[in-house]
């Protein structure tokens, strides 16, 4: 049984970022998580626990952010949570983030955010 293109998001344990992805129960004693537009390689392994305990399924599945779009930027505040990327070679990875900084131009509107789920990238431009 499978949840495909469900509007979900999953964690990736392996990069600490969230993609789109879906659920199948691979066996009586595990969850198969597929991350939408990887190869099935890339697939993670949960035990079904994971997904009884709601503090634990809260961490690791939850509804697919809406993106921000170009005429909602400047509604964007200091402190607001978003979920910012960070490109990584051919890849992009996305995380959640919160604003420090806006800076409004007369073309565009430049955010900085912090990214606290992984120290290395601490501060990324969006």
């Not at 779009?69 to 890849?91: F, H, I, N, P, W």
């Amino acid at each position: 049984m499978a949840i495909e293109e469900s509007g979900l998001e999953m964690y990736c344990a392996e990069d600490g970022a969230w993609y789109d992805g879906s659920l199948s129960l691979a066996s009586e004693n595990c969850v198969r998580v597929h991350f939408t537009n990887f190869d099935s390689d890339e697939d993670e392994y949960w035990e079904p626990g994971t997904l009884e305990d709601p503090l634990k399924l809260l961490q690791r599945v939850r509804i697919s952010l809406e993106q921000l779009q170009d005429t909602q930027c400047r509604t964007v505040a200091k402190d607001t949570l978003v979920c910012g990327y960070y490109e990584d070679g051919d890849s992009r990875k996305y995380f959640d983030a919160r604003v420090v900084h806006v800076e409004m131009h007369v073309d565009h509107i430049q955010l900085i955010f912090l990214q606290s789920l992984l120290p290395h990238l601490s501060k990324q431009k969006r």
